[in-house]
């Protein structure tokens, strides 16, 4: 059961008479450019997220599990965005100022425009930007608000979207942008209403593993700008530090001369980045044997399995098969097939890849590799990191492939794949 407020500002017939100040349709071409009213962020992995900066008068939601480095990431946005904002207003209903200083220290951020509250009382909130009237503004975390007028505690479905609708009806009209933290259940939505992400202008979640040193921030809604783009940071002992060539960094501990290792050569938004998937397969002890993903889904995992078994043949039955991509990035793109299977084929037969080689491909439930897209970007991208062969679907024209001077080897089905890559 969800308590609901009811409004009392609604109501009235459908026919009334048009209220004062009510908007009129304009014509769109009337209206200014779409560039107008951005501020760009001087941190570029966020900067593109974005959809290339700040909106004024946007509301951005910043989502992910607890201590992946939200306030870290807001923190170093709100100092690189001082000096062309102005002011920010950076409120903690979470922290104590004299926490935020300790954190800020370690980020080597300060600054005369950068203003601390520590406060959880939304209304307060409000009356304190109204008075400072910030360039940004900044509330750590949306859970952990409240307004007076609802009873129910902070966190709850009716405190979070009463607190939202409020930032909202306050930053609109004056053009200010608002940055809000929210955690993520353990189910993996933003914690209190769905309706919470249909509210703001745009979603941004901070994923990876707390305790590995990569983290991505990906859009998941964005009014102003494509929701593919993701930023990749690497948390370090002075905060989230940008990671410019993610590739390279992905790569970094490789040992390509070991059995269950692949590159895959993803694309996010318009960036090609490759990361290694590893498999690992021993014989199940007892009972059903065991599959398990980790940054790849681990129902797409079994159904390669499956495809594995019936259409290569290999005895994966008793095998318990455990699949990673190292580095913390999810990969949900269907190109990941391919290196999948190898990895877990190479890692069954204990038989290396060739060196230098990478692999796309989607897998059918026939054993068929069928073509992806931006295939060029992706080739380009393994040649510039030094890769020297690449297998890909036939179905691909041979023209596409032929230019990123990679030696090129086509495969029909996921039988042929495996066979040029093990030898
Ligand atoms: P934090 O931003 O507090 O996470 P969230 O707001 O998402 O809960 O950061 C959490 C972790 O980041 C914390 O466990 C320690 C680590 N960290 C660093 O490694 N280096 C740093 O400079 C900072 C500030 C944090
Ligand atoms: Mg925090």
């Known amino acids: 059961m969800v308590e609901t407020i009811e409004d009392r500002r609604s109501g009235g017939g459908a026919a009334a008479a048009r209220p004062r100040g009510a908007a009129r349709p304009q014509p769109l071409s009337s209206l200014g450019g779409s560039q107008a009213g951005r501020v760009h962020v001087p941190i570029e992995e966020l900067d593109r997220v974005l959809g290339g900066g700040l909106v004024q ?3 951005v939601l910043v989502g992910g599990d607890p201590g992946i480095g939200k306030s870290t990431l807001v923190l170093q946005a709100a100092a690189s965005l001082a000096p062309s904002v102005g002011r920010v207003l950076y409120v903690s209903a979470e922290e ?14 300060n600054g005369d425009d950068l203003w601390v509250l520590s406060e959880t009382d939304l209304t307060q909130v409000l ?5 400072q009237r910030p360039g940004l503004l900044i509330v750590d975390s949306i859970q952990t608000v409240a307004v007076e007028e609802i009873s129910s505690a902070a ?10 609708a409020r930032l909202m009806e306050w930053a609109k009209p004056r053009g200010i942008p608002v940055m809000i933290i929210g955690h993520v259940t353990k189910e993996g939505t933003i914690a209190g209403p769905r309706v919470l992400e249909h509210m703001v202008d745009a979603v941004l979640y901070l994923e990876g593993d707390r ?19 993701v930023g990749v940071f690497e948390m370090a002992d002075a905060g989230l530090r940008e990671v410019r060539n993610p590739s390279e960094a992905f790569l970094e501990e490789r040992d390509g001369a070991a059995a269950g290792s692949t590159v895959a050569v993803t694309v996010e938004g318009t960036r090609p980045i490759l990361v290694e998937v590893q498999a690992l397969t021993t014989s199940t002890a007892y009972g059903m044997p065991r599959r398990s993903a980790n940054g790849f889904d681990t129902n797409r995992l079994q159904l390669l399995v499956a495809v ?15 699949a990673n991509v190292v580095g913390g990035l999810r990969i949900a793109e269907p190109a990941a097939d391919l290196p999948v299977a ?18 796309i491909g989607e897998i059918g439930l026939a054993g068929e590799l069928r073509s992806i897209g931006q295939v060029e970007r992706r080739l380009q991208e393994a040649a510039r990191l030094g890769f ?11 023209t596409d492939a032929m230019r990123s001077g990679l030696q090129i080897t086509r495969a029909a089905s996921v039988a042929e794949a495996i066979d040029a890559a093990l030898g």
């Open 388 to 398: 020297t062969r690449a297998i890909l679907p036939a179905a691909i024209p041979r």
């Open 211 to 229: 305790h590995h040193q990569y983290r991505i921030l990906r859009a998941v809604k964005n009014r102003f700008g494509s929701t593919d783009e």
């Open 308 to 322: 594995l078994q019936k259409r290569v043949g290999l005895g994966l039955g008793t095998q318990d098969i455990y």
């Open 57 to 59: 008068g946007s509301l």
């Open 96 to 109: 104590s100022a004299q926490q935020i200083k300790l954190r800020a220290d370690r980020l080597g951020v």
């Open 127 to 131: 009356a304190t930007a109204e008075e």
């Open 155 to 164: 966190g709850s479905v009716s405190q979070v979207r009463e607190c939202t």
């Open 342 to 359: 190898l990895a877990v084929a190479s890692s069954f037969r204990d038989q290396p890849l060739q060196p230098g080689t990478v692999a």
